[in-house]
C-alpha cells in the first residue's frame, strides 16, 4: 500500500475517530454540556484515534514481509495460480516455470497483491 493511500485512510480514520470529541468540546464551549462530560466522551476517542495512528506507520506493508519467504503451490502454476504463503492464500504467477500442486515456491516479489514465485531449489 502506498504511502498516500496509508495517510488518506489514516485521515479518515482520524475524522471518525476525533468528530465526537470535536462535537463534545464545542457543546462545553456553548454551555451545552460541564467540562467533565465532554472530557468523558471525548477521551475515548481520542485515544483510540491515536492508538490508530501509531499502529497504522509502524506496521509497514503487509506483502513485503513475504519476499524471500517459502510456501506451497495449492494449485498448479502454468504460470498463474493460488499459493500458501505463511498460512495465507494468495494469487501467485510463477515467471518463465511451471509448478506443481504441492511443491516448494519461493516469493521473489509482491506487485499488486499478486506473489511472484518461482520453485524451490
Do not use: H, N, Q
Amino acid at each position: 500500500m502506498s504511502r498516500l493511500v496509508t495517510l488518506v485512510a489514516l485521515l479518515d480514520d482520524l475524522l471518525l475517530f476525533v468528530s465526537p470529541a470535536v462535537l463534545a468540546c464545542v457543546l462545553y464551549a456553548f454551555g451545552l454540556i460541564p467540562l467533565w462530560t465532554a472530557a468523558v466522551i471525548s477521551a475515548p476517542f481520542i485515544v483510540l484515534a491515536v492508538y490508530v495512528g501509531v499502529k497504522v506507520f509502524k506496521e509497514g506493508p503487509r506483502g513485503f514481509a513475504y519476499v524471500g519467504g517459502r510456501g506451497v503451490a495449492v494449485e498448479d502454476l502454468r504460470p498463474s495460480g493460488v499459493v500458501k504463503i505463511g498460512g495465507e492464500y494468495w494469487r501467485a504467477i510463477c515467471r518463465d516455470c511451471a509448478v506443481g500442486a504441492g511443491e516448494c515456491v519461493v516469493v521473489e516479489e509482491v506487485k499488486d497483491g499478486v506473489a511472484y514465485v518461482r520453485p524451490c531449489r
